[in-house]
Structures are given as structure tokens and as C-alpha cells.
């Protein structure tokens, strides 16, 4: 991957202005650009397509419109745009709701300044962040899910594309939440070779990007030893 161009380009949303104002600065101040905040919902749909973030670090607890709804509306207009949840809510039922309405990670405020500049450069990097402990819940409620019958008629295994034995070994990776990098060095490969495996993996299941290859691992039970 050929280096970024420029500083990663962030919006921070949140309710309470001294919090909201306090991580946008540490984010500047540690080479993050910050191209917007918001307070409200309406205000945070508005404003992140005006300013085309690429990382948005949001709160669900929003006046207006939920901050579950902005995730939907956001990356429906812009589905390249990754979303950070940074919620004081460890709730199983927020964090899973967070998850399906399309954000990449999920990051309890209680995270250091340190944890949270990392999960915005890995969330931008389109890698699934979550505070440990909630990644778990997260792979275990998508195995639940593919567990259930299926509600129409399916074709079923016979014909699931067939992923090389490196594929699925690099696929088991990412579903247990490993960056690029740590794959790399678990298998002794370069990050090349890692990126070039998923987009392979990614074309033959159809996929389009890497947070529902790791839904697609997790049904197939991939993050399981």
C-alpha cells in the first residue's frame, strides 16, 4: 500500500462540548486532522458530508437523531467513510446495534488517548476495533446468527467458492481481529502478501470490504481454533 498522501482526516461527534473539543485536540495535536465536530445528530449527518472525513468518532447518545441512525445515514452517502463508536455504553445491545447500523469499531470512553489515536488509524485502515472484552460479544452474536436456519431456500456449502488453505488461514486472522501487520508477522509474510490474500478472498466471496469478511468468517466459525 502506497503511503497517505496527508494526515488522516477525522470528525469528532459528540453531545458534551468540553469532552468533544478535548478529543478533537488530542487528536490534532497528535497529526490527525480534524476537519469537523458536531454536537447533535442532524448536525453530525450535515457536517460529515460537507467536511468528508474519513474516520468519524462517534457518540450514540445524541440529541436529535441517535447516533446509531447517523451511522446509517453516513455510510449510506459515503460508503467509503469508516465510523468509530466512542461510547461511556458497554452494553451488549448498544455495542451489537452500533455494529449492524455499519461501524467499523467500537471504543469505550474509558480508552486512553494513546488506545484511541491507534483505533483511529486502524479504523481508517478499515481494520474492526473494539475494546477488549466487547470484540468477543461481537463474534459470538454473528455465530449465533448464522446458526439459525435460513429464512428462504439456499443452495447451501456445495457451492461456497473455495478459498486456498493461505486464504483461509489469513481469513481465520482476520476474524479473530488481527491487523494486516500482526498477520504479517504470525505467518512470516509481507503486509503485500496479506492485502493481496483478503482482496482475493474479498472477490471470491463477493465481499466489499474487510468488516464483512470478518462477518463471513465468523458465520463459517473461522475465529474458532
Not at 447517523?70 to 463508536?85: F, S, T
Not at 479473530?176 to 482482496?199: C, F, M, P, W
Request: hydrophobic share 40%; aromatic share 4%; net charge negative.
Amino acid at each position: 500500500m502506497s503511503e497517505r498522501p496527508g494526515p488522516i482526516k477525522v470528525m469528532v461527534v459528540d453531545d458534551h462540548p468540553m469532552w468533544r473539543d478535548a478529543v478533537a485536540r488530542d487528536l490534532a495535536e497528535s497529526g490527525f486532522e480534524v476537519v469537523a465536530t458536531a454536537g447533535d445528530g442532524e448536525q453530525a449527518v450535515r457536517r460529515a458530508r460537507a467536511a468528508a472525513p474519513e474516520v468519524l468518532v462517534l457518540d450514540l447518545n445524541l440529541p436529535g437523531k441517535p447516533g446509531v441512525q447517523v451511522c446509517k445515514e453516513v455510510i449510506g452517502a459515503d460508503p467509503a467513510l469508516r465510523v468509530l463508536v466512542l461510547s461511556a455504553s458497554g452494553e451488549h445491545a448498544d455495542v451489537l446495534e452500533a455494529v449492524k447500523s455499519g461501524a467499523t469499531g467500537y471504543l469505550l470512553k474509558s480508552a486512553s488517548t494513546g488506545e484511541l489515536q491507534d483505533a483511529v488509524r486502524r479504523t481508517a485502515a478499515g481494520d474492526p476495533v473494539f475494546t477488549p472484552g466487547l470484540a468477543g460479544l461481537v463474534l459470538g452474536e454473528y455465530r449465533r446468527l448464522a446458526s439459525e436456519p435460513a429464512p428462504a431456500a439456499d443452495t447451501g456449502e456445495p457451492g461456497a467458492p473455495r478459498l486456498t488453505d493461505r486464504e483461509t488461514e489469513v481469513l481465520r486472522l482476520v476474524a479473530k481481529g488481527l491487523s494486516y501487520k500482526q498477520i504479517a508477522e504470525r505467518l512470516v509474510i509481507s503486509h503485500r502478501t496479506v492485502q493481496n490474500h483478503v482482496q482475493n478472498t474479498l472477490g471470491k466471496l463477493q465481499l466489499h470490504n474487510r468488516v464483512e469478511l470478518v462477518r463471513y468468517a465468523i458465520e463459517r466459525g473461522l475465529d474458532d481454533e
